[in-house]
């Protein structure tokens, strides 16, 4: 009894001082960061049915990372304005597109995380049909003016805007953010008859400095899966 | 709850404020004027001068445009009209009786003789734009030119051919 106790005994003592040589350490998940476009649609566009119901408007944007922080940028708008009222008809239609590039000041951030805290410029052009008919402009002292009807006519737009804003993921490659921008118009073209009430992606047609707020979804397509050469300390 | 009610009510205030102040911006749209500064030249000095009794109103209109007598220099607004390229105006200046009359109420009178009058016209572009979805359709004016009858009027000079900014002053008549 004594002896079968001495190797129990001594077998627990084995296996106490030797049991964490055969204990399994979870091994270290390898970090990867994945890279691929970056689908965004604007739902900020989608309110204005509420506060400009004469308005439609759809705006799109892709951008991709094409080095750490760096996320060129085109963007993608359609919009159509409607306006039938008893003292005149205007109608407009086009779109418009922006290049750009955002730039990713947050810094620290591990390789698979992927928000931002960003600051990004743009070139934006438009291009728009408008015509107007059965004007009439109310005057009490010299008498109304009653304007012939304007055809339809193509106008251009170039600006330039700086944005600022932030995204950050929802769920596995879905994200969201905002952004503000500041825009200033650089051309138009002049037309001889009217001034556009809008430039599509720009704003009124008669200011030369506009603000505007984006708010989208973005889903990034994970396309690319990269392995850094060494990774950064959190 | 409370967070909601206020939420509420401060959405109608600003819905209610943004519709009393629509016919108000509108009208500051819809109505555009050339605003014009009355100077004498004495000495090779421009200065500002003043009429007693005057009177501006469009030709082939009897209604008097409101002489603007809250500004610092004696000035007038003139109203363009939406529908042509130019308008005219007849300035009427009242000249006094050399001898007064004597009123019992009021003393010494002096009563107004004849009126001197005088014509300018005023030429300008004009270009349409949509004000606003509520507002409707206005004009951008630019003054290309004018001309003027000299009775009382020595000259006038169109100053700044834009119109738009209520604290510009676009015409220079001198008397």
């Given amino acids: 009894m004594k002896r079968i106790l001495k190797y129990v005994f001594s077998t627990l003592f084995i296996l106490y001082i030797f049991f964490p040589v055969f204990t399994q350490e979870e091994p270290v998940k390898e970090k990867f960061r994945i890279t691929g476009p970056r689908i965004g649609f604007d739902l900020s566009r989608l309110t204005l049915y509420y506060f400009q119901p004469e308005r439609t408007a759809y705006e799109i944007s892709l951008d991709y990372e094409i080095k750490r922080n760096y996320y060129p940028t085109v963007e993608f708008g359609l919009q159509d304005i409607k306006l039938e009222e008893p003292d005149y008809n205007y109608f407009s239609d086009g779109y418009y597109f922006r290049l750009g590039m955002d730039y990713n000041f947050q810094k620290n951030l591990a390789i698979d995380q992927y928000e931002m805290v960003f600051f990004g410029f743009r070139y934006g052009f438009s291009k728009q049909d408008h015509s107007a008919e059965s004007i009439i402009i109310a005057d009490d002292y010299w008498g109304d003016f009653y304007a012939e009807s304007i055809p339809k006519s193509t106008f251009y737009g170039h600006w330039i805007e700086l944005s600022a804003g932030i995204r950050a993921e929802l769920f596995k490659n879905l994200f969201v953010g905002w952004s503000f921008r500041g825009r200033l118009l650089l051309f138009k073209s002049k037309h001889p008859s009217i001034e556009p009430y809008y430039i599509h992606g720009f704003g009124r047609g008669n200011k030369r400095v506009s603000l505007g707020f984006n708010y989208s979804l973005y889903y990034r397509l994970p396309l690319i899966k990269s392995k850094p050469k060494t990774l950064p300390v959190p | ?175």
Avoid at chain 2, 86 to 110: E, K, Q
Wanted: net charge negative.
């Fill in chain 2, 1 to 175: 709850m409370k967070r909601l009610i206020i939420s509420i009510l401060s959405f109608a205030l600003i819905y209610f404020f943004h519709s009393c102040d629509q016919e108000k911006i509108c009208q500051d749209e819809l109505e555009s004027y050339a605003n014009a500064g009355f100077y004498t030249d004495k000495d090779g000095t421009l200065k500002d001068t003043t009429f007693e009794e005057f009177e501006v109103r469009g030709l082939q209109n009897p209604d008097t445009i409101p002489f603007d007598t809250l500004r610092e220099k004696q000035s007038v607004r003139l109203r363009l009209s939406q529908g042509s390229d130019s308008c005219a105006y007849v300035f009427s200046f009242a000249v006094y009786d050399s001898i007064p009359t004597l009123d019992i109420m009021n003393g010494l009178i002096w009563g107004i003789s004849y009126y001197i009058l005088d014509t300018l016209k005023l030429n300008y572009t004009r270009q349409i734009y949509l004000v606003s979805p509520d507002c409707g359709f206005s004009h951008h004016f630019e003054l290309i030119d004018l001309s003027y009858t000299n009775n009382m009027i020595q000259s006038a000079e169109i100053a700044i051919s834009e119109i738009g900014n209520f604290n510009e002053e676009n015409i220079k008549i001198r008397f």
